[in-house]
């Protein structure tokens, strides 16, 4: 897995890398039981703060992702996919009210906005029904 940080994104260096890394798992690009970079080697790669990947591992652990094993590294933790969908689900309604916020306020009305989703599904080569 590679993760690429974007100086001029927008969103914190360590949200990035909990996006990159919550993104392989729920791919299933990082299998359960994968150990994770270092938390130092991970800063040295990227040439970030050891707090910055500090603070990303954490809230990973948090979030039920990975799991940190004193001495051994961090490790990918299996996941239950009923809870995977509801997690990837919250992440599609926060973007789906985020562009509903943007489309109000810019006056969008309903029948432009699905028109636009229909065209962004057609475009990313995906059946979505």
């Given at each position: 897995?590679?993760?690429?940080?974007?100086?001029?994104?927008?969103?914190?260096?360590?949200?990035q890398?909990?996006?990159?890394?919550?993104?392989?798992?729920?791919?299933?690009?990082?299998?359960?039981?994968?150990?994770?970079?270092?938390?130092?080697?991970?800063?040295?790669?990227?040439?970030?703060?050891?707090?910055?990947?500090?603070?990303?591992?954490?809230d990973?652990?948090?979030?039920?992702?990975?799991q940190?094993?004193?001495?051994?590294?961090?490790?990918?933790?299996?996941?239950?996919?009923?809870?995977?969908?509801?997690?990837?689900?919250?992440?599609?309604?926060?973007?789906?009210?985020?562009?509903?916020?943007?489309?109000?306020?810019?006056?969008?009305?309903?029948?432009?906005?699905?028109?636009?989703?229909?065209?962004?599904?057609?475009?990313?080569?995906?059946?979505?029904?």
């Open positions: 897995m590679r993760i690429v940080i974007q100086n001029r994104a927008g969103e914190p260096i360590y949200q890398i909990i996006d990159q890394i919550q993104a392989a798992i729920l791919s299933g690009e990082l299998q359960p039981g994968t150990l994770l970079p270092s938390i130092r080697g991970l800063a040295k790669d990227l040439q970030i703060s050891v707090i910055t990947t500090t603070r990303a591992y954490h990973l652990e948090q979030a039920g992702l990975v940190n094993v004193q001495g051994k590294g961090t490790y990918v933790q299996p996941q239950d996919p009923a809870l995977l969908r509801e997690q990837t689900l919250r992440q599609v309604e926060a973007g789906l009210q985020a562009a509903l916020d943007a489309a109000k306020i810019g006056q969008i009305p309903p029948a432009t906005l699905h028109e636009m989703l229909d065209n962004l599904m057609a475009a990313g080569g995906e059946d979505h029904e």
